[in-house]
């Protein structure tokens, strides 16, 4: 595995490159680069490697101003003191975000994401994307843009794009708007799936379908999970994405 390190630290950098070389022996650390201008000069001039660590902020600015500047389509893993821009990170190729100091249990469960994602890819490529299932992403032009919700006895008429979320409970689904305005619907989750546009809707866990211009913050949570805040549920209601979707929805949160 052939790795790229961006970090401005340099005990940080040595430290990392340390770590690696403890749980991936076979590791080749192609370059360890300090700066936004060094990383896309490289980037732009030398072959991609197989997985890149970096920073989020560097001596000369924000890492992800790489990625305006470099099109870039290879993993990342990201190593940050940071926890608000998690969400940022996802819509690069990230497939996880780790908190300094960086552990080397941290470091060996990214690395088991990166061999999994890399398996799954090498398996499936031109598979379905990640989140919904197959039969729906393969179908063009025909995802669902309407719903019919309910509020006692009225009935309103709702566009996919005022959808933060369909929410399970108790056997019933409701459509939550973007305000907080809940409406009960005719459809399973199951169902939904097989009718949302797969690019807009991620199956979070057993309760929740969510839409991507409603997330307004992901961040780290427990047990390797990721917890969302999410436009009309309230702070308290804070979703929470099962184990093994974390992965699946890096990839799908990346574009």
């Known amino acids: 595995m052939k790795v790229v390190i961006v ?96 552990t080397r249990a941290a470091l060996e469960q990214a690395l088991g994401k990166y061999r999994s994602l890399a398996r799954a890819l090498g ?44 929410q399970a409970d108790n056997k019933i689904v409701y459509l939550v708007d973007r305000e907080g305005n809940r409406y009960v619907v005719d459809h399973t989750l199951e169902n939904l799936e097989r009718q949302l546009d797969p690019t807009r809707f991620f199956r979070l866990n057993r309760r929740y379908i969510v839409q991507v211009d409603a997330i307004q913050q992901v961040r780290p949570y427990y047990n390797s999970r990721l917890k969302l805040s999410v436009k009309g549920i309230p702070a308290c209601g804070d979703l929470v994405i099962s184990r093994d979707r974390v992965a699946g929805f890096k990839a799908w949160a990346g574009g």
């Open 123 to 166: 398996r499936s490529a031109g598979a379905a994307r990640p989140g919904l299932p197959a039969d729906t992403a393969e179908r063009t032009g025909t995802y669902k843009k309407r719903f019919l919700g309910k509020v006692g006895q009225r009935l309103f008429f709702l566009e996919a794009g005022q959808v933060a979320c369909f």
């Open 7 to 102: 970090e401005d630290e340099r005990l940080a950098a040595e430290r990392l490159v340390t770590l690696l070389r403890e749980s991936e022996p076979a590791t080749e650390v192609m370059a360890c680069l300090d700066s936004v201008e060094a990383t896309v000069q490289y980037l732009r001039d030398k072959p991609y490697p197989d997985l890149l660590f970096l920073d989020i902020h560097l001596s000369d600015g924000p890492a992800l101003e790489i990625f305006r500047q470099v099109s870039y389509d290879h993993p990342v893993i990201f190593t940050t003191a940071y926890d608000r821009y998690a969400l940022d990170a996802f819509r690069v190729c990230s497939i996880d975000y780790i908190l300094k100091p960086v």
